[in-house]
């Protein structure tokens, strides 16, 4: 067993510094085993104790996991002096030392991995990795399976190579718009945008749906996140052929 203070063990976890999270247990914030935290002096097992933050989990390895629904408008970025970014969107006492794992542009929505674990965001993040990303897009004009085969062949994105193959499922080919979800490897500059556009077609609507193993679920609405259960966290750690 590993026998900590319970103000140790928040501070680890970056849910603040020893005094704020003295603040947090006084507040009734904290809940450890099913039973509300009174005690910031009170001894936890740090390895087997469910330790929860306004009902969310902290992780016991001293690592914060969120899982955020990113709506349209809000910069993928720690600190912006003109606008909201997403870790604004999380609660002041928590964001020390969280970064968001990889960008989505300003107007794509979808999921996105805030953490302060450098070495995992490395490994999602590392091109040779070849994390799958997935999104759903609605563009403007019909998709056909020509459009299919040229995104499978790696099109010219105006680089000094050209895009790795991506997968393009049709949903729904409308003549005025089509729907589509979009499957990545790599993670170039506007690349969803930018493989449409290689087509002649604009992107209307995009949405980040899937990062490796990690789905985002139904029920999350865009500006709303949650911490990652040890399941999903496990099994974005684990998956060899990923990571």
Wanted: aromatic fraction near 6%; include cysteine.
């Amino acid at each position: 067993m590993s026998i900590i203070r319970l103000d140790k063990y928040l501070a680890d976890a970056g849910a603040g510094t020893r005094s704020q999270v003295k603040s947090l247990v006084k507040a009734g914030r904290i809940n450890v085993n099913g039973v509300q935290a009174k005690d910031y002096g009170m001894k936890i097992d740090a390895e087997t104790a469910k330790v929860l933050f306004d009902g969310k989990p902290i992780s016991r390895q001293g690592f914060i996991y969120i899982m955020m629904n990113k709506p349209a408008g809000v910069i993928s970025s720690t600190e912006e002096r003109n606008d909201q970014t997403v870790v604004d969107l999380l609660p002041e006492e928590i964001r020390r030392g969280l970064f968001p794992v990889g960008r989505l542009d300003r107007d794509t929505e979808g999921l996105l991995l805030i953490s302060n674990d450098g070495k995992l965001a490395h490994r999602l993040l590392s091109p040779k990795k070849h994390v799958p990303k997935r999104y759903y897009a609605v563009v403007d004009g019909m998709l056909d399976e020509d459009s299919v085969e040229a995104f499978a062949s790696g099109l010219d994105i105006g680089d000094d190579k050209p895009a790795k193959p991506a997968i393009l499922c049709i949903m729904d080919r409308g003549g005025s718009r089509s729907s589509a979800m979009v499957t990545l490897t790599e993670g170039r500059y506007h690349e969803v945008k930018r493989l449409f556009n290689a087509i002649g077609r604009n992107v209307i609507y995009l949405k980040r749906v899937s990062m490796g193993s990690l789905e985002l679920p139904d029920d999350l609405m865009p500006g709303q996140w949650r911490a990652l259960n040890m399941e999903e966290l496990d099994m974005l750690k684990e998956i060899p052929q990923y990571l």
